[in-house]
Structures are given as structure tokens and as C-alpha cells.
T-cell receptor
């Protein structure tokens, strides 16, 4: 069974440029998450989708970050414009549902460097 | 809000030594607890979990964790580590439908 697939694995951009990350969850998983992991820290939730609906986006910096999950399958996270402080690993995860006992499966992440 | 504390961010030990990683959480209600592991070059994966019942849970690769409700703790243990246990270990809690992670423990096992 294929796991959570993310692309690209690495991205280097200059500040003020836009960037996008793509995620394909495990087949059949209704819930999709985007996390940001800063160096030396644990992952922090940015947004959670139940199917195509964003049900928890309270920690998403909406002035520059946006996300979509069209058709309730794969998802895209965008930053426009990127700032130096956005350098981090962006993780996507999925689970069967969004309950508190759900097991989240993580992708390999996209490491973003903003110069 | 829920939060997780992990101490001793960097741990170095020799093969066959015992490992214990501390995890304390802050949340007033019922919690579900997890340990995730990230091996070098790999993605985060579940090591073990606690939802209810026996507070001593066993996971993959000989790891176990004990939930002590009165201490708000969920410490991870392994009696005898191997070089292949070199990884970063994250404790996480889900009490309000949001998974909160600690800062992680970077564990290096010397052959």
C-alpha cells in the first residue's frame, strides 16, 4: 500500500517568491493534515481537512498561506509571498477519519529553504 | 490548550544500554497519547499509542511506554537499545481533536 506522497522533497526559493507543496494521502483516508516543523521543534498543525472541507485552519497564517483539497483527495499548500521565517519542513499526514483516536500517517515532507 | 514537554533533547548512549525518554503533557480532559519515531532519512511513523486500559503499552521494536495519569506522564522505555534505534522520538497528545507534539528527543546509539 502506498503511503502519503509529498512533492517536491526539497525547495529553495528567494524571499517574496511563491511556492507550492503537493500531497497525495493514503487511499481511502478522509482526513488530511498539513504541519510545519521548524528546526529543533515538533510538527505544528497548520490545517486539517475532512474530505474537501477545512475544519481546523485556526493556525494557518492566512495573509500568506492558502490550501485547497479539491475533490477531497490530494491537496496543495501555497505560500505567497514567502518570507525568511517560512524556512521549515512542511509535512502532510492523513488518517481514516478525524477522531481523537485516529492514527496519522505522515509523508516524507518538503524541506523549504527561503534565501 | 494542550501541550507536551520532552526533556533531554539530545541523548547519546551505547548499545545494550537502557533508554528512558520522559514526556509530560498538559491537558485537563481525557487524552490519547502517542510516541512517533523518525529514523534518519525516513518519515515520522507510529511507535506506540495509549487510548485506555492497561497503562503499560508495548510498541514495535521492543519499546514500551507507561501512562501515569497522576503525573500527566507517558514515558518511553527500552531495556536494551541497538544502533538501529538511532532516531528522533516525538511524544504527542490528542485531547481536543488536534495532535500536539513535543520538541522531540534526538537519540544516538553508539555501536
Amino acid at each position: 500500500e502506498a503511503g502519503v506522497v509529498q512533492s517536491p522533497r526539497y525547495k529553495i526559493i528567494e524571499k517574496k517568491q511563491p511556492v507550492a507543496f503537493w500531497c497525495n494521502p493514503i487511499s481511502g483516508h478522509n482526513t488530511l493534515y498539513w504541519y510545519r516543523q521548524n528546526l529543533g521543534q515538533g510538527p505544528e498543525l497548520l490545517i486539517r481537512y475532512e474530505n474537501e472541507e477545512a475544519v481546523d485552519d485556526s493556525q494557518l497564517p492566512k495573509d500568506r498561506f492558502s490550501a485547497e483539497r479539491l475533490k477531497g483527495v490530494d491537496s496543495t499548500l501555497k505560500i505567497q509571498p514567502a518570507e525568511l521565517g517560512d524556512s521549515a519542513v512542511y509535512l502532510c499526514a492523513s488518517s481514516l477519519d478525524g477522531g481523537v483516536k485516529n492514527i496519522q500517517y505522515f509523508g516524507a515532507g518538503t524541506r523549504l529553504s527561503v534565501l | 490548550a494542550q501541550s507536551v514537554s520532552q526533556h533531554n533533547h539530545h541523548v547519546i548512549l551505547s548499545e545494550a544500554a537502557s533508554l528512558e525518554l520522559g514526556c509530560n503533557y498538559s491537558y485537563g480532559g481525557t487524552v490519547n497519547l502517542f510516541w512517533y519515531v523518525q529514523y534518519p532519512g525516513q518519515h515520522l511513523q507510529l511507535l506506540l499509542k495509549y487510548f485506555s486500559g492497561d497503562p503499560l503499552v508495548k510498541g514495535i521494536k521492543g519499546f514500551e511506554a507507561e501512562f501515569i495519569k497522576s503525573k500527566f506522564s507517558f514515558n518511553l522505555r527500552k531495556p536494551s537499545v541497538q544502533w538501529s534505534d538511532t532516531a528522533e522520538y516525538f511524544c504527542a497528545v490528542n485531547g481536543n481533536n488536534r495532535l500536539a507534539f513535543g520538541k522531540g528527543n534526538q537519540v544516538v546509539v553508539i555501536p
